[in-house]
């Protein structure tokens, strides 16, 4: 949520199974720094999902939205700009893609970053970090597509990558 000080919210939904291990304080704490870093000046205020699900959810959404029948870590659906489809089936999608018009006395509403929680959990072992670390890190990911940013060729790759260290780094200062 919003406080006084911070002109950004998080609406986070973790489901009860994850609940113990997810702190929601926590993840409302990084969503909203990391987004302030992150946006800089472009918004004055911005209103942002941030969801904790099981493997088959994300799967499913990345198949439906993507076109990719895989697990994956996060997926970011932006407001702001429309991501790739992959898939050989049209996407099952409404509607053209378009900007969201926010009226001027709101929040702009820029989309919804989706982490898969055994997914980082997995990606944690394997790096030999915590689990928390790895879920920052996929938060500042989605975050950063939330905002258009990409990772299609080498040079915006690079921008993203730099980019996201740094909203790492903000994150990790909470743990």
Same mark, same amino acid.
């Given at each position: 949520?919003?406080?006084?000080?911070?002109?950004?919210e998080a609406?986070?939904?973790?489901?009860?199974?994850?609940?113990?291990?997810?702190?929601?304080?926590?993840?409302?704490?990084?969503?909203?720094?990391?987004?302030?870093?992150?946006?800089?000046?472009?918004?004055?205020? =911005?209103?942002?999902? %941030?969801?904790?699900?099981?493997? &088959?959810?994300?799967?499913?959404?990345?198949?439906?939205?993507? !076109?990719? +029948?895989?697990?994956?870590?996060?997926?970011?659906?932006?407001?702001?700009?429309a991501g790739?489809?992959?898939?050989?089936?049209?996407?099952?999608?409404?509607?053209?893609?378009?900007?969201?018009?926010?009226?001027?006395?709101?929040?702009?509403?820029?989309?919804?970053?989706?982490?898969?929680?055994?997914?980082a959990a997995?990606?944690?072992?394997? =790096?030999?970090?915590? %689990?928390?670390?790895?879920?920052? &890190?996929?938060?500042?990911?989605?975050?950063?597509?939330?905002? !258009?940013? +990409?990772?299609?060729?080498?040079?915006?790759?690079?921008?993203?990558?730099?980019?996201?260290?740094?909203?790492?780094?903000?994150?990790?200062?909470?743990?």
């Amino acid at each position: 949520m919003a406080d006084s000080g911070n002109p950004f919210e998080a609406r986070v939904w973790i489901p009860r199974e994850y609940a113990c291990r997810v702190p929601r304080d926590w993840l409302t704490r990084i969503s909203v720094r990391a987004l302030a870093s992150a946006a800089g000046p472009a918004f004055d205020r =911005a209103v942002f999902g %941030v969801a904790i699900a099981d493997d &088959d959810t994300v799967r499913g959404l990345n198949r439906r939205h993507r !076109g990719l +029948d895989e697990t994956t870590d996060v997926l970011a659906f932006s407001n702001l700009s429309a991501g790739r489809y992959y898939g050989d089936e049209p996407a099952q999608s409404t509607g053209e893609p378009g900007p969201f018009v926010t009226p001027p006395e709101q929040a702009a509403e820029i989309g919804e970053v989706i982490i898969s929680y055994p997914q980082a959990a997995r990606q944690a072992r394997g =790096a030999g970090h915590s %689990v928390r670390r790895e879920m920052s &890190d996929l938060l500042a990911h989605g975050l950063l597509h939330l905002l !258009g940013y +990409d990772h299609e060729d080498p040079e915006d790759e690079a921008r993203m990558t730099a980019r996201q260290r740094v909203l790492l780094a903000e994150a990790l200062k909470i743990e």
